[in-house]
């Protein structure tokens, strides 16, 4: 099969696209014929070394698909062969075929495409446990989402306008802007054109009750004074490259919250909960994810470079095989 292989660590350049045996099927595990796969900004830190989890070189990055079931190791697994389904893992995406255990898979919800499901995986996910499980928003609650043009920031605009907050949405260029606006916010803010402190005060005057913030660096800051008292400031990623300095006085004066989004740390219930909300909004048609740009395999490092370089828009496909 064909498959994009990281032979050393290093840049998105450094990648080929080459033939490689496929494995022999594990006990538990089943074998999917990959139909589009996404691109997540930790897939660039994998591949340089730069997670925080290792991987030994060679391997296959790429950690979310949608896909057919071609193979199944066991019969019980309430998997069968023909099945549509989505998947995540660290690694092995980026690839014709991927062999993923079967409890890590779910099915496509009914009506939802191979392209529509990759690109609603992590992404989405992240943002709707992190909106309702951690910031535990309600309906017309401000709500700040920093790099609002991103794939988990787009997300957070959209499932934070279906859950019925008021979005401010905060990124850098006018084409995010204008992508956030679309996916429902009602305010915008360029945080290159404006002093974000300043701007935020402006908008805000009773305060935000939340802050969604997959970016990190200088941002993170500014939007933080900008909570009411009692708001919860939500840090997902530091997709800037800078892990923020927070002078912890604001936390006291302000009495707010800082809270770290990760899907093993929200209960059990809530969990199954905000994932059975979620499949219905995207199977209803409510929550359509944004797919701002779409590669072949043969470009895979051109698609992760756009990634690296922060000029993505909602979220980035590799197209494997037909939907």
Do not use: W
């Amino acid at each position: 099969m064909r498959a994009v292989v990281c032979e050393r660590y290093g840049t998105p350049e450094s990648l080929t696209v080459t033939e490689i045996p496929a494995r022999p099927l594990d006990s538990g595990s089943v074998r999917i014929a990959v139909h589009y796969a996404a691109v997540n900004f930790p897939d660039v830190l994998l591949m340089a070394d730069d997670y925080q989890i290792s991987v030994p070189t060679p391997f296959v990055p790429g950690s979310e698909f949608a896909g057919t079931v071609t193979e199944v190791a066991d019969e019980d697994s309430g998997i069968a062969v023909g099945d549509r389904v989505m998947g995540t893992g660290l690694f092995g995406a980026f690839a014709e075929e991927v062999m993923m255990p079967a409890r890590s898979l779910r099915h496509l919800p009914v009506g939802v495409s191979m392209r529509q499901a990759a690109a609603a995986g992590v992404a989405y996910r992240t943002a709707y446990h992190s909106l309702r499980s951690v910031a535990r928003v309600a309906p017309d609650d401000p709500v700040v989402v920093l790099g609002a043009g991103g794939g988990v920031g787009l997300a957070a605009v959209t499932l934070g306008t279906a859950l019925g907050t008021d979005v401010y949405a905060v990124a850098s260029s006018q084409e995010k802007l204008d992508a956030a606006r679309e996916h429902g916010a009602r305010h915008v803010i360029n945080h290159r054109a404006v002093q974000l402190r300043t701007a935020l005060r402006e908008v805000l005057t009773d305060g935000a009750a939340a802050v969604i913030d997959p970016v990190g660096g200088s941002l993170s800051e500014p939007a933080l004074r900008s909570l009411r008292r009692g708001g919860r400031f939500v840090t997902v990623g530091f997709a800037s490259g800078e892990i923020p300095r927070i002078p912890l006085n604001l936390v006291l004066v302000k009495g707010v919250r800082i809270l770290g989004f990760q899907f093993g740390d929200i209960a059990p219930d809530e969990f199954t909960r905000n994932e059975e909300e979620l499949r219905e909004l995207l199977r209803s048609g409510r929550v359509v994810p944004h797919v701002g740009a779409e590669f072949s395999l043969d470009q895979t490092g051109e698609a992760l470079r756009l990634v690296a370089d922060g000029h993505a828009i909602g979220k980035v496909l590799i197209r494997i095989s037909g939907d």
